[in-house]
Antibody
């Protein structure tokens, strides 16, 4: 069965960077785009961007350009997102999710990574 | 960016009630509209895609519909396990955008 297993929670200092992972299993990793979604505490969902593992092509929400970097390791079927120059506004839960381009929606989600930015 | 205006922001209903949640798109999104359910402490779960298609494993009491730029998620007979926050998503244009969410509580 399809699974997206994300890395654990992170506590990071303002101005630092954090890199989180999303390990895919149960499907051919290179066949599906992987998106990242932000959920600030008690708030709605924001689409950050997506990456196509087969080519490394990316698309971003303008709001997150310069903040988020998306990469993949095809050998381990793992997608990564790095967030830089962290501020308190970056404290949130971050989800990875698989995009089904046949039906145009996010069909599987990781369990989420809670990032807390605090000195 | 396409704005998804979701209503109501919260609602309370009794078991067995028929419940409808609506999203209105600021631009034409065709049927590129999906619905997600999120329970406390959990990841979102896909419920409806293509505006009207039930995702695998979703109970048949859930349905989706479209009238022009208004999209609705309906629960025909509310059950206690349906208590959650529901979000819509447009996926026709970057950046993909979500509605603000509807918190559904059981009376």
């Amino acid at each position: 069965q399809v699974k997206l297993l994300q890395s654990g929670a992170a506590l990071v200092k303002p101005g630092a960077s954090v890199k989180m992972s999303c390990k895919a299993s149960g499907y051919t990793f290179t066949d599906y785009w992987v998106s990242w979604v932000k959920q600030s505490h008690g708030k709605s969902l924001e689409w950050i961007g997506e990456i196509y593992p087969n080519s490394g092509a990316t698309n971003f929400n303008e709001k997150f350009k310069g903040k988020a970097t998306l990469t993949v390791d095809k050998s381990t079927s793992t997608a990564y997102m790095e967030l830089s120059r962290l501020t308190s506004e970056d404290s949130a839960i971050y989800y990875c999710t698989r995009f089904d381009y046949n039906n145009y929606y996010f069909d599987y989600w990781g369990q989420g990574v809670m990032v807390t930015v605090s000195s | 960016d396409i704005q998804m205006t979701q209503s109501p922001s919260s609602m309370s209903a009794s078991l067995g009630d028929r419940v409808t949640i609506t999203c209105r798109a600021s631009q034409d999104i065709g049927n590129y509209l999906s619905w997600f359910q999120q329970k406390p402490g959990k990841s979102p779960r896909r419920m409806i895609y293509g505006a009207t298609n039930l995702a695998a494993g979703v109970p048949s009491r859930f349905s989706g519909s479209r009238s022009g730029s208004d999209y609705s998620l309906t629960i025909s007979s509310l059950e206690s396990e349906d208590m959650a926050i529901y979000y819509c998503l447009q996926s026709i244009q970057y950046p993909f955008t979500f509605g603000s969410g509807t918190k559904l509580e059981i009376k």
